[in-house]
Structure formats: C-alpha cells, structure tokens
C-alpha cells in the first residue's frame, strides 16, 4: 500500500519536475545503448532489424527520474545512431536534446563518426556535453591515459572543451553513477512557456494490438518534444506539413487538424505539458495516419499558430573548414548555384536546390516542404562520395 502510494504521488509531481532532454552520441559500436540501458534500465534498440543487426537505426528513447539527497530531477534520452550512413537521423536527435553525453571508447579513441557527431552537435548548439570514455575495462592504465589526452586535444577549440571526461565501463557498471550525479547538477535551460506551442514531432504509431476490440482502440499517438508553451489535454492541435495527397494529378501536403486526448511523459499520464523532456500525445486521428512515424518531421501546434508550410526558403548559413566523417580530411569548397544539399530542420530532413546565392544568404527550392520557423537552426549536408556529409550549419532567415 505504501509503495503504491508513493508511485501515485510520484505521476501527481511528474508536471513539476526539473526536465531535461539528453542525447546520447559517438561513433558505432562505443557502447552508447549499453550505456544508456545501464542509466535506465531500459534498451533503446526495439525495433527487430536493429537488434538483429546490432545498430540503432532510428532514434531511441528512454527516460528515469535520478534523485540525489532531497532533490529529483525527470532525463529524457535519445539515443542517436552512430553508423555514418544514418547521419540524418543523428541530425534529427540532436535537434531534440539539451545536452549530450558523448561515448568514446578507450581501445577505438576518436572516430570518424565521433567527429562528425561533435560538428553536429555545434550545429544544433549543444553545449552541455558529458564526455563518457568508456571501454576503460578493455585496456591498461597507459592506454586509457593516453586516450584521455588524445581526447582533450580532440575536444581543444571546440564547444566540448571544458567538457568533463570520466572513465566508465558500461557494461561492468564501473562510474556510471557519476554520470548520473553530473545529470543532476547540470543547469537546466530557461523553458519558454508564454510563446505559441512548438511541437516537434519524432515518431508517429500506432499503439493498439491485433484483435483489439472497437470500444478499447485508441487513437494515433505522435511522440516527441515540446520546444516551447505548453499544450493540455483536449486542446485542438494542427500538425504540418501534414498528409501527402493527391489533388487534380499532383501531390500535395494536406495540414492535419485533430484533438489531444490523452499526455504521457514516460510511463506518467500528465494533464499538461511543458517544455522539457519527451512525451507522446495521444490524439483523436485515425491510426492509419500516425504508423510506421508516418508523421515523424512535422510540426504540431494550437490550431492557427503555425506558419504556411514552404517549398521555398531563405537561410544565413556557415560552412565548417573541413569535411569531418572521413578517414581522409578534405576542405569544404563554397556552395554553387543549382547544387542539391541535405537540410536537416529540428526532425524534418530534405534536400533543396540552391536557386540564389547572396554573400552568406541563399534560397533553396526544396523537394519536402517545412514549416519555416524564423530563426530555426539548420544542418547543412553535402554528398560526397556518396554518403551524406555535415559541411555547416544555418538559420532560417
């Protein structure tokens, strides 16, 4: 009785909470959903191709209520593929964090990826970095100490400099408390809690199982992150871009109005939510509409706040000096008139052809319309070889 007495009183406070989004970054295979399975309890890696093939492919989530002495305080974690071909996504989880732990393994060091993932962090202004050196297990004191200083010279200039590094071994549980202690006191952002409501939709599906009777099925559920106001239950939300549809033979995105009924963060049903942490609405759409993340890169908001979707935009932009995510270090050549580039627009990922170039401005004419939201940070991606390569970053104008 009292433990059920104090898990109700836990979901009554879950509103009030200290939140903060945390993602969870570093190249394939350096231990980042082991590390995150040990903080948690819980694997991020649940869908069947992606512990068949020992990748995380899509964005994971966990999230736990850490205490210390009297003080509790509500993580949500994302956790970000590492293997460079799902650099999009990575772009994707960055978009929806605060601050990042980054995993470096001690008997790998500094990979592609883990540069890469470092630039996209800088793209997405992500500051508050934890770096994890884990693996410590798997090799002498010497090494770990050289790979340290391999680390700190890696990290010298950019916005992990001052970042603490701790030794840890994921999977024998060694420091891991000390991650959680330093999730504790890190400084959570402001939270915008008078503007519109942005919400920045991750994942969209379908909750209901086979056989499920008509009275007991739910409605679709879109998951993700509140960047600013706040939403309730019952509010009447629109998400854009929306549907693809076709209209007189030509495709077009239909914006979707629909109804919350219900809000959990976590395992926690909320009336309200605030910015901070992840959640996942259920609405009143069919479930047609939200499976397979059928909605995932959209935007949902009150009805009428949101702008008119885009196919055209203007932004400032900034290339990085060097290519990061290869072996080989190569220059970024400047952007070209009627070039196709990869942007990534807090989960929305398209491509665009730049059709004007002003001094550090250009306008692009993109494949996938978004919501052009002023001031919006942007990744920027050039193909390269093949692959796709993060070469700046940029801001709606």
């Known amino acids: 009785m009292a433990k059920q007495k104090a898990e109700q009183l836990e979901k009554e406070n879950i509103e009030n909470l200290e939140m903060i989004n945390v993602g969870i970054v570093g190249h394939i295979d350096h231990g980042k959903t082991t590390l995150l399975s040990k903080l948690t309890g819980k694997f991020a890696?649940?869908?069947?191709?992606?512990?068949?093939?020992?990748?995380?492919?899509?964005?994971?989530?966990?999230?736990?209520?850490?205490?210390?002495?009297n003080k509790k305080r509500y993580v949500s974690f994302v956790d970000c593929p590492g293997h460079e071909m799902l650099m999009a996504t990575m772009l994707s989880g960055a978009a929806l964090i605060d601050a990042a732990i980054m995993v470096i393994a001690a008997n790998e060091g500094i990979?592609?990826?883990?540069?890469?993932?470092?630039v996209a962090l800088q793209a997405k202004k992500v500051n508050k970095i934890i770096i994890a050196q884990n693996k410590i297990d798997l090799v002498t004191k010497e090494q770990a100490m050289k790979n340290y200083q391999e680390i700190k010279k890696f990290v010298k200039g950019t916005n992990a400099e001052n970042a603490p590094i701790i030794p840890i071994s994921a999977q024998q549980e060694i420091n891991i408390d000390k991650i959680k202690d330093m999730l504790m006191d890190m400084e959570i952002p402001k939270r915008d809690i008078t503007s519109k409501p942005e919400f920045i939709i991750a994942r969209s599906f379908d909750i209901n199982k086979p056989g499920t009777k008509i009275t007991n099925i739910h409605g679709g559920v879109i998951a993700g992150v509140l960047k600013k106001g706040v939403l309730k239950v019952g509010d009447e939300i629109e998400i854009k871009p929306g549907i693809l549809e076709e209209q007189a033979n030509k495709f077009i995105y239909k914006t979707i109005k629909t109804?919350?009924?219900?809000?959990?963060?976590?395992?926690?049903?909320?009336s309200q939510a605030k910015p901070g942490g992840s959640l996942a609405c259920e609405t009143e759409l069919d479930n047609i509409i939200t499976k397979s993340d059928a909605l995932s890169g959209s935007i949902a908001s009150i009805i009428g706040n949101l702008p008119e979707i885009s196919e055209r935009i203007?932004?400032?932009y900034h290339l990085f000096s060097e290519v990061f995510g290869q072996e080989t270090q190569s220059k970024i050549?400047?952007?070209?008139l009627g070039e196709i580039i990869m942007i990534s627009v807090n989960t929305t990922i398209t491509v665009g052809k730049i059709e004007k170039i002003k001094n550090d401005e250009i306008?692009?004419?993109?494949?996938?319309?978004?919501?052009?939201?002023?001031?919006?940070?942007?990744?920027?991606?050039?193909?390269?070889?093949?692959?796709w390569r993060l070469i700046g970053f940029a801001n709606i104008v």
Request: charged residues 30%; proline residues 5%.
């Open 45 to 69: 890696d649940t869908h069947s191709e992606e512990l068949k093939r020992g990748i995380t492919i899509k964005l994971g989530y966990a999230d736990i209520i850490l205490k210390k002495e």
């Open 111 to 118: 990979k592609p990826q883990t540069k890469e993932h470092l």
């Open 259 to 270: 109804k919350i009924s219900s809000i959990y963060r976590g395992a926690y049903p909320i």
């Open 314 to 316: 203007k932004i400032k």
């Open 333 to 336: 050549e400047n952007l070209k």
């Open 363 to 387: 306008e692009l004419l993109l494949k996938i319309p978004i919501v052009p939201i002023q001031k919006d940070s942007i990744g920027i991606a050039r193909n390269i070889n093949g692959h």
